[in-house]
């Protein structure tokens, strides 16, 4: 859940219609017209993250307050309650735990959101606001969350948004649990405690 | 009563309120004194900075340590990507690690005959800070224009590791070969635990949104570590890596510098200095047994330093961050994520916040680091309405000022936090070199005990630590 008060605005003198807002946007607010060389906002999608104003080369992107600030959130409805915290246990969260630091957006919220059709991270981004604050950390509970709701989507094409899905703790090799182990890096303990946050009771009952 | 250490000044940045309204400094108030943290701890080494050598001593080390590096295998006709990171201009001012990255330039120049040496200079989450500082330091110029800020959700470049493809940043890659420069500064404990802490940067500041996410989100709090080793030793970085530069820091300040083409032997140094000076301020925090901390600093609120370590750190002293047998610390991005819709820890063995911090008090940080967990968990009092409504606009921190109480001047901050904990110890965390800010009830108790932490250190702790990273003492 996000409540939205900013919002991305182009300065058409300055900018030269690089793309680069267009490829980290992640809720894909941003569109450049490569024939006039020139990027635009779609106001409603823009979560008033960070990303564009700080990689536009030129400094064409500002972020100004919004007159009409808006919410960005996902409810989960009790019929969904069963297949949400079982898409969550099956992508290895507990349905309460954080994904996201900066929006304070819970594993089941994105689960909720999947169940609802945001199908790809970024219509989870335009639905829940995850990803939107530091635009860094939470990428891959989202692929997780996607793939354990059997959904395996695909890049923006040519955009910088992400690349795929990574490796979790429960797929290291024991080849590399024996080779590495003995150097601090605990990976069955700390399996062990994941495992256990996994499978801890619920406190919103 | 000593008179205060002069604390780091405000520093201008889109990441924090103009230094103008930086209108008093904690230090600057009644009652705080300081001590050096050679009282504290005699046994920690003499630094060239702060001391009378300034820069050039600083230069002079990085020459006589990088006159001794390999460099063959550099071509005049190659390129050079040397790799920096934000952390190190927030060392005692910033300026002796870009002296040390002027100085690898020109070392490399000299010796090599190569000319195309770029800086790539990564960042945590504040995209733009290492741009700041190029331009601050004049390091655009020393590199002939050639110096850029990198950040993770630029371009990325896949890498084949033993655990499956992770992606750095393209432009990190983009040269013939890659010199990573770096510190040997604890920093973020709490988070790499002390466990391949030179290997990190592969990890962290050179890498793309999925690795950084794969470390904080799939693997747990120690095991995350390995994400970084797993790049280095890829036969990609591999195939680019000429060797590694890093200040080498103590809690009172810079050692000198190391410069290694192994970068694992030179890891098992800096893993040594970090546990048993590092340690020892650590486990003398943990000895405090309440206080308020006020906040004074241009860095975000979990990096502002006090002795030589940051408040993310004393946020968890109440446990042993070095101890491997601890899976979460009070503090990490793990155990925020560990607490549920109420509010407690989702297991009943997670740690709260260290409970003897009492109160805080925002005098001066920056945004750009999602901070409501501690706003959240500690009393927190921010001065000034411009600081509080630029938290408000910093996407990172959307609850962080819903959590805290706004007063307008430091005098009013600390009387109401005096007042309302009851609390004479005051811990200040401004970024004073060689030494810490505090008030005299506090300075009391920590010379009073630190005798004691060093035995303790050196006798149980030490051994214990460097043992569960597989290092032998005599490394």
Aim: glycine share 8%; charged share 25%.
């Amino acid at each position: 859940m996000k409540t939205v008060r900013l919002l991305a605005v182009v300065d058409p003198a300055k900018c030269t219609g690089c793309t680069i807002c267009d490829r980290v946007c992640p809720t894909l607010a941003i569109k450049t017209d490569r024939k006039l060389h020139l990027a635009s906002v779609d106001e409603a999608r823009c979560s008033g993250c960070p990303a564009c104003e700080q990689r536009c080369p030129e400094g064409a992107i500002h972020v100004v307050v919004r007159e009409r600030p808006f919410h960005m959130g996902v409810e989960v409805p009790p019929a969904d309650r069963v297949q949400v915290d079982a898409i969550c246990r099956k992508a290895k969260f507990h349905p309460e735990q954080l994904v996201c630091y900066c929006t304070a957006t819970r594993a089941d919220e994105v689960a909720a959101a999947i169940l609802q059709g945001a199908h790809t991270p970024e219509e989870i981004s335009y639905r829940t606001g995850v990803r939107t604050g530091c635009t860094v950390e939470c990428l891959q509970p989202m692929l997780r969350l996607l793939d354990a709701a059997g959904i395996f989507p695909k890049p923006p094409p040519g955009g910088w948004q992400w690349y795929g899905k990574t490796v979790t703790a429960w797929e290291i090799p024991e080849a590399i649990k024996r080779k590495y182990g003995a150097s601090g890096f605990y990976f069955d303990e700390d399996i062990e405690i994941l495992d256990r946050v996994v499978n801890a009771p619920s406190q919103e009952e | 009563m000593r008179p205060p250490i002069a604390p780091m000044p405000p520093r201008k940045s889109q990441y924090g309120i103009d230094p103008s309204l930086v209108r008093r400094r904690v230090s600057e108030l009644p009652g705080i004194t300081s001590i050096t943290l050679k009282e504290l701890f005699p046994e920690l080494p003499d630094v060239i900075v702060p001391g009378p050598g300034g820069l050039p001593a600083v230069r002079r080390a990085a020459e006589a340590t990088l006159d001794a590096v390999d460099m063959s295998r550099i071509k005049p006709g190659d390129s050079v990507n040397v790799l920096a990171s934000h952390h190190g201009f927030t060392l005692l001012g910033g300026e002796p690690y870009a002296e040390m990255l002027k100085a690898i330039k020109d070392v490399i120049v000299r010796r090599t005959g190569c000319t195309d040496i770029r800086l790539r200079a990564g960042v945590g989450l504040r995209f733009r800070e290492t741009e700041e500082y190029i331009r601050r330091f004049g390091l655009d110029t020393h590199f002939n224009g050639k110096a850029i800020g990198v950040a993770p959700i630029d371009q990325a470049i896949p890498i084949e590791t033993e655990i499956g493809t992770l992606y750095g940043i393209k432009r990190v890659y983009d040269a013939d070969w890659i010199v990573h420069a770096h510190n040997s500064d604890v920093r973020e404990v709490h988070f790499h635990r002390q466990v391949d802490r030179a290997v990190k940067p592969f990890g962290m500041s050179y890498a793309r949104i999925e690795t950084r996410s794969t470390y904080h989100q799939n693997m747990g709090p120690r095991a995350a570590n390995f994400i970084a080793r797993a790049i280095f030793d890829s036969p990609f970085v591999q195939g680019k890596y000429a060797f590694s530069c890093f200040l080498t820091m103590s809690p009172n300040g810079i050692m000198g510098v190391d410069a290694d083409r192994d970068l694992y032997a030179l890891n098992e140094r800096v893993t040594f200095t970090g546990c048993s000076l590092y340690g020892r301020v650590m486990t003398l925090f943990g000895e405090i047994d309440e206080c308020i901390v006020a906040l004074d600093f241009p860095c975000p609120v979990v990096y502002v330093f006090s002795a030589g370590v940051i408040y993310a750190n004393f946020a968890g002293a109440n446990t042993d961050l070095y101890d491997l047998e601890l899976p979460l610390p009070a503090y990490t991005w793990y155990t925020e994520a560990f607490y549920g819709k109420q509010g407690r820890p989702l297991l009943p063995e997670i740690p709260p916040l260290n409970p003897a911090i009492k109160m805080c008090v925002q005098n001066y940080a920056w945004t750009g680091y999602p901070s409501a967990f501690f706003s959240e968990h500690i009393p927190t009092v921010i001065v000034g309405k411009e600081q509080a409504e630029l938290f408000d606009r910093d996407a990172q921190n959307a609850l962080y000022t819903s959590h805290a109480k706004i007063l307008d001047t430091t005098e009013e901050a600390m009387a109401y936090a005096r007042k309302t904990t009851g609390s004479e110890k005051v811990l200040v965390f401004d970024g004073a070199f060689g030494g810490l800010n505090l008030t005299e009830p506090l300075a009391e108790l920590l010379l009073k005990k630190a005798p004691a932490v060093s035995r303790r250190v050196d006798e149980e702790l030490l051994p214990k630590w460097l043992r569960q990273r597989g290092i032998s003492s005599a490394a």
